[in-house]
């Protein structure tokens, strides 16, 4: 039943609804959807159930429950979209100092420089001067040529070369903005002073043919400024010359001196916007809706509005913005109060930084701000405070933050009380209004944030460890997501750099080339020698280790880190006798944990992408350790605002790059458009995801078939990255088909689409035909060269003539034996061996490869000191040490070991199944699962011969249970029913409850 206010708990309880009252609802999955009057935003809804059991006893009402819808419609929505007048990147361009020179017709063109621009802290220690110019363009004001230099050949006196960052010939491609590409423009060597007399800085242009000119514009470096928000390594102090040959001679054509920095692209701080509003006495409610680009911080009266961080979830910002709603009912007083919001960089507007690490840059949107507090106050009128060019704004001490290259802040810059009553706004500048992300056309939706927030979970403490000289380490025990935190003690404009690295090496930390790239830091400059804590609030890393640079003799310091992820309720857990199981799932869960943001990462060290081959491949792992329904359901969201009109689902979703050929296009990725929202419905009975995307499926599954030969889909990554360098792509790819279409056959059946289930069954088949008849070898009983990853693909999908299946497993089992149970394989063909070699019945083998303890293995990871899982088979730093891709095993322990799982044809856990491997020297393994009807749990124990399990079966469902037995004695308990014995184990039927069963085991071999 369920009503609405006002009198919707009074009306629930005489039993008179005034919204919904289902009725007896007659489902195998619990739950029932809502067939009711239509909701209407800011409605509280109160609703409570009662359940049936098979013999038709009827429970008691539950207690009444409550939820609260939001802004429903667009036009509830009074806010504007508003931003600091500074902060209008996307309309801005960069302004170059433009030298007026006597009209010249020339060929080359000389830059004499003898005196640098402002310096930068390159290091935290020492400023350095340089020569840095994005471009350098040559026009005729007379007829209005520009460009005139572009593509010039350029000779240098001394450059700083980094290839396609900063060159000579950078200086003429015609890219103005360093901060929107990667190409910076040139860069001198270092210097220590500005005084560039003794040998001045010289660039010649070779135009290539004699050109007419009376201008050079000059454009500055753009993508960072001075301390002082200025522009950096501009020159002061230069002659531009000209002459008909490279040798000369050259005809002086100007000599500027005292040159002034341009004005800066960027302004010199992020902006804080804040809003003063007055209330009487008697505050019933308020909620704020608020949405921000790219994220936001927002108070109330200088209180968090909530615990939520990193806000909003990362969507394709031109479709989607997710805005979320907070009751800030308590956090508002009678009186003076104030909204303060303060807004980072995020994924939206990631500035393309020259000197430390950039994964990808653009500028989706710049940072701006949506929200709109409605309050009800106690005579039932409502006050609204939206955002608009009411508002007031500043740039705050955050002076720069950058998604992968890190935040920088300046507590100097701080403004005592900005976000409470007693601050004083008057004197700062209206904030402007501005458009909504999207376009005019097609604006972005608001769109509710769907599922649980970003929060700190945990805080640890670093423990200090040797570092290098001048540097002062600490290692935090375990590698994380999240934030360093630091507090401090020292001197007035101490500049203090944390550099986060996932190991140390020469008591550094490190940063591979291989991993990051560049330096990434956050930095904190002192205000004054008060202890103070910091930690960056708009970016997040991926460390174990934090190396301090900058602290002056007698300061004090302490580190933390503070954990990160989306606070999904935990839904399972696994243990078992053996420690180094027990670690390797520690490390998988961790892996899990470090990259469960607002999209499910690849690492958060350095690329914070949400690379979708994994959402399938460990989804069981993903399920058995939290709660992924409504996450995975706004990921599948993203996948579909992400699809192209001709079919295709990118590999990265949300598409913040595109990425050239297969890096975009693969089936194995792009096919979690389809696979996740089977595995939803299979986990959760989540039916209503796949009527909802299955037109988008099939749209899908069309533009996969459109690459399809005979069967075969030949493109992609291969088994990424096996190192099996033999193993055939085509046979990765066309696994991937397969697999979609295999799966629509079965989603288009579930939704009595019978035509479409057959049209894809045959298309399946005729995919797994084509690869047998290519790949399989009948002289040897091989698969596509005989490598691991191939036949176990083959095996899972049923690439084999008829009749060799068993001698083409019995070639995979022996190569992996030979391999001293290790594996060479990718993370495409990893979960399928394991599931191969489950149902052929050779736990035993997936065991010894779970307990190997020599690099290449999960073990090997264990022993070496790996808190998480690496992304590479060694776990080593050359690559992230923070990746779950490889984590399929998990589901292992928790459906093999510890026997829990469901039964091939149940849907929504609705059959439990409890089937324990007792492998290899194993006592003792326990699971448990929070199934759709409750908690599920199997126990068990082995001492000597005595085997005993114990099995929890949630009410409304029932179990199949196998007990292993070497005798086929078995003791059960009153109820469960027998249904078939075998050799090795006797299989029971049971009801709900709590059942303890015993046998005795064969002796186990040594």
């Not at 595995?679 to 959760?684: E, K, N, P, S």
């Amino acid at each position: 039943m369920w009503g609405a206010v006002p009198g919707g708990r009074c009306r629930l309880r005489s039993g008179h609804p005034d919204l919904w009252d289902s009725g007896k609802v007659t489902s195998a999955i619990p739950g029932a959807t809502y067939a009711g009057r239509t909701l209407g935003s800011r409605t509280r809804v109160y609703w409570r159930v009662q359940v049936w059991s098979g013999a038709h006893r009827t429970s008691d009402w539950s207690a009444p429950a409550a939820f609260e819808t939001g802004l429903t419609k667009a036009t509830d929505w009074r806010a504007r979209w508003i931003t600091h007048p500074e902060w209008r990147l996307s309309e801005k361009e960069i302004e170059p100092v433009v030298v007026k020179l006597p009209r010249t017709t020339a060929r080359y063109l000389r830059l004499d420089v003898t005196r640098l621009g402002l310096p930068l802290k390159e290091s935290v220690d020492a400023r350095t001067w340089r020569l840095q110019l994005g471009e350098i363009d040559v026009r005729d004001g007379q007829t209005g040529a520009t460009g005139l230099a572009r593509g010039a050949r350029v000779t240098a006196s001394e450059t700083y070369t980094i290839r396609k960052t900063y060159e000579p010939a950078l200086a003429v491609d015609g890219l103005t903005n360093s901060s929107l590409q990667t190409a910076a423009g040139y860069s001198s060597a270092a210097h220590t002073s500005a005084d560039a007399s003794a040998t001045p800085v010289t660039l010649t242009l070779d135009l290539k043919s004699a050109e007419t000119f009376d201008q050079v514009a000059l454009y500055p470096r753009a993508d960072v400024l001075t301390d002082d928000g200025k522009v950096p390594n501009f020159p002061v102090d230069y002659a531009l010359s000209a002459a008909d040959a490279a040798t000369g001679p050259f005809t002086p054509l100007t000599q500027v001196t005292g040159q002034q920095p341009p004005k800066p692209y960027l302004p010199a701080g992020l902006p804080l916007l804040a809003d003063d509003f007055t209330l009487p006495h008697g505050i019933r409610s308020a909620r704020l809706y608020i949405a921000g680009l790219g994220i936001y911080d927002a108070t109330l009266n200088g209180e968090p509005v909530s615990d939520a961080v990193l806000e909003p979830a990362n969507t394709d910002y031109r479709d989607r913005v997710q805005y979320a709603t907070y009751d800030v009912t308590d956090r508002l007083r009678t009186g003076a109060n104030t909204l303060g919001v303060a807004l980072g960089n995020g994924m939206s507007d990631v500035v393309s930084t020259a000197d430390r690490y950039r994964k990808l840059y653009g500028n989706i949107s710049d940072p701006k701000l949506a929200a709109q507090l409605e309050i009800t106050l106690a005579d039932g009128s409502r006050r609204v405070v939206s955002s608009g060019d009411n508002w007031r704004t500043t740039l705050g001490p955050t002076t720069s933050s950058n998604w992968y290259g890190g935040e920088d802040y300046d507590a100097r810059r701080e403004i005592p009380h900005w976000n409470d009553p007693k601050g004083d706004h008057r004197t700062w500048d209206h904030a402007v209004t501005v458009a909504a992300p999207g376009t005019a056309d097609a604006p972005a939706a608001l769109s509710a944030r769907e599922t649980a927030p970003i929060r700190v979970v945990e805080t640890l403490t670093g423990k200090e460890v040797a570092g290098a000289a001048g540097s002062r380490v600490f290692d935090l025990g375990r590698n994380i997501a999240g934030w360093p935190e630091i507090t401090v003690s020292a001197t007035a404009g101490t500049e203090v750099r944390v550099y986060p690295a996932e190991s140390l090496k020469d008591g550094h930390a490190f940063q591979s080339i291989s991993n990051v790239g560049a330096p990434l830091w956050d930095s904190y400059t002192t205000r004054d020698s008060r202890t103070a804590t910091w930690h960056p609030a708009f970016s997040y890393h991926g460390f174990r280790y934090l190396e301090l640079k900058g602290l002056p003799d007698g300061a004090t310091v302490t580190v933390r880190g503070l954990v990160l992820r989306t606070d999904n309720t935990s839904a399972g857990d696994f243990t078992s006798s053996d420690p180094l199981i027990n670690g390797i799932h520690g490390i998988i869960r961790r892996a899990i944990e470090g990259n469960m943001m607002s999209v499910l990462t690849d690492c958060p060290s350095r690329e914070k992408l949400g690379w979708l081959e994994q959402d399938q491949l460990v989804f069981p792992a993903l399920a058995a350790n939290y709660d992924m329904q409504a996450y995975l359901r706004k990921i599948v969201r993203d996948m579909a605002d992400a699809q192209t009109a001709d079919g295709l689902i990118p590999s990265t979703v949300p598409e913040y790059t595109s990425l050239p050929g297969a890096y975009r296009n693969d089936s194995n990725w792009g096919g979690s458009f389809v696979l996740v929202p089977w595995q939803l419905y299979a986990t959760y009975g989540d039916r209503d995801i796949l009527r909802t995307y299955y037109p988008r499926m099939r749209q899908y599954a069309a533009f996969l078939k459109t690459q399809v030969s005979a069967g075969i889909l030949d493109y992609g990554l291969g088994d990424w990255f096996t190192p099996d360098h033999t193993f055939p792509r085509a046979v990765a790819g066309t696994y991937g088909y397969w697999r979609v279409v295999d799966a629509l056959s079965r989603i288009a059946a579930v939704l009595g689409d019978d035509t479409a289930a057959a049209d894809y069954r045959t298309e399946a088949d005729t995919s797994a035909q084509a690869l047998a008849a290519k790949y399989y070898d009948t002289a040897t009983g091989t698969f596509g060269g005989g490598g691991q990853g191939a036949e176990a693909l083959a095996l899972d999908m049923g690439a084999y003539p008829a009749g060799e299946k068993d001698r083409l497993l019995t070639h995979f089992t022996a190569s992996v034996e030979a391999a001293g149970y290790h594996v060479r394989l990718g993370e495409i063909s990893l979960p399928s061996a394991f599931r191969v070699l489950s149902s052929a019945g050779r736990d035993d083998i997936v065991y010894r490869i779970a307990t190997q303890t020599t690099s290449p293995s999960y073990g090997y990871q264990v022993l070496a000191g790996n808190t998480t899982l690496g992304e590479s088979w060694d776990g080593g730093p050359s690559q992230s040490q923070n990746h779950f891709m490889l984590g399929a095993i998990d589901s292992w322990f928790t459906s093999r070991i510890a026997g829990l799982g469901q039964t091939t044809d149940s849907v929504g856990y609705r059959e439990l199944l409890a089937d324990p491997a007792v492998e290899g020297d194993l006592t003792s393994a326990s699971a448990s699962y929070r199934t759709p009807y409750g908690l599920g749990r199997t126990d068990w124990t082995r001492t000597g011969d005595t085997f005993r399990l114990t099995v929890d079966v949630p009410a409304g469902s029932t179990a199949e249970i196998h007990v292993p037995a070497g005798d086929g004695n078995v003791t059960a308990p009153t109820g469960a029913r027998p249904l078939r014995t075998t050799p090795t184990e006797t299989v029971y039927e049971t009801g709900s409850g709590h059942w303890t069963f015993r046998s005795t085991l064969p002796p186990t071999t040594p």
